[in-house]
């Protein structure tokens, strides 16, 4: 008898120390689990951080571009050459307000062999489906059917109020949806999950269709058909990039001038008007205010609700009046040149106030109040500006425009037009929305994917009528799916950290005197506390940079950074013997700028300028934003590349010898 309880005595210990095991492992498993996910989760979140970032340093680079327009315009000496294209850059080919649809139909004839969608005015629901389905098959619609549509879009648009007033009453759910910025897969899911516009199932889309991607043409078509359907259920506010001039930056002028080759010009000029028409705001049941941007303290919603919307074509052209004005100001106050960071500036013992329109005026100043500047910030806070945390309205420094709002600014709106629901796009969120300022503000953001593949959620919003807010969220998977969290993580960090060097190679010289400032001794190495110090003097992009050195410098044995690792797996695209280091860096850092005013240029669309053009454009382009380069380099480079002397360059071919490359990656892929 003892025996055998000796022995289950045995079996059990046995099994309790099995079980302990068993637990402990589990444990250890869970640890590095969460230490994984956790690992993870953080590589993920500088990556977005990288992108947003370099995105709006991109956005204050494209104010600058915007400034350089008007500097165009007032200062060019050949108004024969250049000056004519920046003040209509489709003059050739202006749409009449007048030409009838008829007229399109006797002026542009569609070819017998067009098998796309073949529109009759006015537009039936049938007509809406044949383009979704032309559109998911990736046909395009005929540049005359384009033209029909937009005319008669301006025509609908120019009926409608600034501000919109709907109600819930009518329908179960009002729908909202954020940013498209041109996935046309993203619309196509929200129809597919939350079905159709129609007069059951009314939507508000909330600005930014355009740019980035690669159907903006396809996504403005479908809402633009089903506006004119259902002119009362599809409502459209305007977005910051509804917008002519920031169409050149970021990418929809290039789509348009490709997909219609020979009636470009004519769509662009069309599209230019259109935007200028699009509502200004949406206001649910008198309680929730719909924008794309966001407000400041000054927003006036019943100014807003009166201007003439239209005037403003391109909030990237402010009135002329801001130029004179900050001239007067000049004349009055002593000035000095802000940092990119600086919101307040004391100067001659005066306080300066920078509105959020970047415009610096001493505070009591005696200038007379100008109607075309107050409508110009009015709605450029409205479509530029990001909610904070923090009380108080300051200028938004990192998109150069708009302006930062906080809780108390969005509750002395709430009271003023008796608002419960602020709800706004324009910013980007992982979860495709985020609630802020004690959920009195939603952001939504309706791309998923923005940056990479499996970068981010899209989310659009269902609201009741009891204005209770519903999200879902969605993403667009085509590859995603194939690969796991840690290979999807790895490729936005990838993309990310690609982006990154190659602003950092922009910046090549500027950062190596930074770095000397910090190497007394000449060694080539400082701490990481300096480096991180002076890439952040330089770069200002407001990023972890202590926790991305390993990804971007070597460090020693002793734990200092050999600064000048940073550019070891960089260079640029095709070395050119006559550019010299400056040269070669600054049009890098300025490719898209100049690409974009060599298009503006390049009246035929054949790819080749003049070198008159490209060397007057080029000075004054350097004279405008104070870039020291001797003019015979720039000529000596240009002469280079005249292969066949015939006194024209490819811009292109020039432009893409300045980008980076990635050596490693290109080791990889030979």
Not at 187 to 204: A, C, T
Not at 232 to 255: A, P, Q, S, V, W
Not at 427 to 436: D, R
Not at 574 to 591: G, H, N, S, V
Request: proline letters at 4%.
């Amino acid at each position: 008898m003892g025996s055998i309880i000796g022995t289950m005595g045995c079996s059990s210990s046995v099994a309790d120390r099995k079980s302990e095991n068993v637990i402990r492992a589990a444990i250890l498993i869970q640890k590095w689990y969460r230490f994984t996910m956790a690992r993870l989760e953080m590589r993920r979140r500088y990556s977005l951080s990288i992108f947003q970032s370099i995105e709006y340093a991109d956005e204050q680079d494209q104010l600058q571009l915007s400034n350089f327009f008007t500097f165009m315009l007032d200062h060019c000496t050949h108004p024969e050459a250049v000056s004519q294209i920046f003040t209509s850059p489709s003059a050739p080919q202006v749409v009449d307000e007048d030409l009838s649809l008829k007229e399109f139909e006797k002026k542009i004839a569609v070819p017998d062999s067009y098998y796309g969608p073949r529109l009759s005015f006015p537009l039936t629901v049938e007509d809406a489906n044949a383009l979704l389905h032309a559109f998911r098959n990736e046909q395009l619609l005929h540049a005359r059917y384009v033209l029909q549509l937009l005319s008669e879009t301006r025509r609908v648009l120019k009926e409608m109020p600034n501000i919109t007033h709907l109600s819930t009453s009518y329908s179960k759910e009002i729908t909202v949806c954020g940013d498209l910025h041109g996935n046309l897969d993203d619309l196509l899911l929200i129809f597919y999950k939350n079905g159709l516009p129609s007069e059951q199932n009314p939507y508000v889309f909330n600005g930014d269709f355009v740019d980035r991607g690669k159907n903006s043409m396809e996504i403005l078509i479908i809402l633009f058909a089903f506006l004119l359907i259902y002119p009362n259920d599809l409502h459209l506010n305007r977005g910051n990039h509804e917008d002519y001039i920031m169409n050149l930056r970021y990418g929809f002028t290039k789509e348009v001038s490709k997909k219609y080759k020979d009636h470009w010009k004519q769509i662009l000029s069309l599209l230019r008007d259109v935007f200028s028409w699009l509502p200004l705001a949406t206001i649910i049941d008198s309680k929730v205010l719909i924008l794309h941007g966001g407000i400041s303290d000054t927003t006036d919603l019943d100014f807003l609700n009166a201007l003439e919307r239209n005037k403003l074509k391109s909030l990237m052209r402010p009135p002329k009046s801001v130029g004179n004005r900050q001239d007067q100001v000049k004349k009055k106050t002593p000035m000095t040149k802000p940092s990119k960071h600086t919101a307040n500036q004391h100067v001659a013992g005066k306080k300066q106030h920078i509105s959020s329109s970047g415009f610096t005026e001493p505070s009591g100043s005696n200038l007379p109040p100008d109607p075309a500047l107050k409508e110009w910030k009015q709605i450029l806070d409205i479509l530029w500006s990001d909610p904070r945390s923090q009380n108080g309205c300051t200028p938004n420094k990192c998109r150069g425009g708009g302006c930062y709002f906080g809780p108390d600014v969005t509750a002395k709106l709430f009271e003023r037009y008796n608002l419960k629901m602020l709800i706004r796009s324009h910013e980007f969120k992982p979860e495709g929305y985020e609630i802020s300022h004690d959920g009195k503000v939603i952001t939504i953001f309706s791309a998923s994917n923005y940056y990479e593949e499996g970068s981010n959620r899209g989310a659009y919003i269902k609201l009741n009528p009891e204005l209770t807010p519903r999200f879902v969220q969605y993403q667009v998977s085509k590859l995603t799916r194939r690969k796991n969290l840690r290979e999807r993580v790895g490729t936005i960090e990838s993309s990310a950290l690609k982006s990154l060097r190659e602003k950092i190679y922009a910046h090549r010289s500027e950062l190596i005197s930074a770095f000397a400032q910090y190497d007394v001794n000449g060694t080539g190495r400082i701490s990481v506390n300096d480096w991180a110090a002076a890439m952040e003097s330089v770069l200002q992009l407001e990023l972890p940079w202590r926790m991305l050195r390993s990804q971007l410098a070597q460090m020693n044995p002793d734990g200092e950074v050999d600064f000048m690792s940073c550019f070891y797996d960089l260079k640029m695209g095709q070395p050119i013997k006559e550019a010299q280091p400056a040269l070669a860096e600054t049009l890098c850092r300025y490719r898209k700028d100049l690409e974009i005013i060599f298009n503006i240029i390049d009246k035929d669309h054949s790819g080749l300028i003049s070198l008159e053009e490209f060397s007057q454009t080029w000075r004054l382009f350097t004279s405008h934003l104070g870039i020291d380069i001797q003019d015979d380099s720039i000529d000596k480079l240009v002469l280079s590349i005249d292969y066949n002397k015939d006194g024209h360059i490819d811009f292109n071919e020039f432009l893409e010898a300045f980008h980076v490359v990635h050596r490693l990656e290109k080791k990889a892929t030979s």
